[in-house]
T-cell receptor, first 113, second 114 residues
Framework: NAGVTQTPKFRVLKTGQSMTLLCAQDMNHEYMYWYRQDPGMGLRLIHYSVGEGTTAKGEVPDGYNVSRLKKQNFLLGLESAAPSQTSVYFC????????????FGSGTRLTVV | AQKITQTQPGMFVQEKEAVTLDCTYDTSDPSYGLFWYKQPSSGEMIFLIYQGSYDQQNATEGRYSLNFQKARKSANLVISASQLGDSAMYFCAMDTGGGNKLTFGTGTQLKVEL
């Protein structure tokens, strides 16, 4: 039972480079989310999806794009990385939050230099 | 807009003592859920406890209980009989969209001492 898997776990990018973070869940969850965690700021929602083929903006969407082509996968893209995007990125998913809560991946630590 | 406030950046507690981590929230939505998550130094987010806005009784899960005071808009986490393994960052969070999104507080760093 893998739960939510994020790849990669660590990455260093140069300013202006692009990359895609992959989130995969094997629990048949409808809802998926991307958060970023910065010191002293808790977790902030970047984008989320309420089902296959749907995406929506969260609190801090600028500089990121997402896609949910398959129910089990939620991709987060950075088209032109900036140092301000240095952060720890968490993916989460849920089927029924009031019973199961949200299941989080282990995080991706991204550094943009 | 939804907001979660955790006013204790850091807390210390002695082993075997109880500790209360504060959380206040703000929302105009009558239906919402309140969550507590634990983040140890290894970084993963661990779901601890949930309280629904319409739940009459305070939620409990083992050594964790949620002191829900709706009129005061507070949802404090109580950890009984603290253990060294409880040392971690604790986040309070709120969901007002039935799964549409989860809003987090800034967290409280708990340190359990011998």
């Amino acid at each position: 039972n893998a739960g939510v898997t994020q790849t990669p776990k660590f990455r260093v990018l140069k300013t202006g480079q692009s990359m895609t973070l992959l989130c995969a869940q094997d629990m048949n969850h409808e809802y998926m989310y991307w958060y970023r965690q910065d010191p002293g700021m808790g977790l902030r929602l970047i984008h989320y999806s309420v089902g296959e083929g749907t995406t929506a903006k969260g609190e801090v969407p600028d500089g990121y794009n997402v896609s949910r082509l398959k129910k089990q996968n939620f991709l987060l893209g950075l088209e032109s990385a900036a140092p301000s995007q240095t952060s720890v990125y968490f993916c989460a998913s849920t089927r029924q939050p009031d019973i199961y809560g949200y299941t989080f991946g282990s995080g991706t630590r991204l550094t943009v230099v | 807009a939804q907001k979660i406030t955790q006013t204790q950046p850091g807390m210390f507690v002695q082993e075997k003592e109880a500790v209360t981590l504060d959380c206040t929230y703000d929302t105009s939505d009558p239906s919402y859920g309140l969550f507590w998550y634990k983040q140890p130094s290894s970084g993963e987010m661990i779901f601890l406890i949930y309280q629904g806005s319409y739940d009459q009784q305070n939620a409990t899960e083992g050594r964790y209980s949620l002191n829900f005071q709706k009129a005061r808009k507070s949802a404090n986490l109580v950890i009984s009989a603290s253990q060294l393994g409880d040392s971690a960052m604790y986040f309070c969070a709120m969901d007002t969209g039935g799964g549409n999104k989860l809003t987090f507080g800034t967290g409280t760093q708990l340190k359990v001492e011998l």
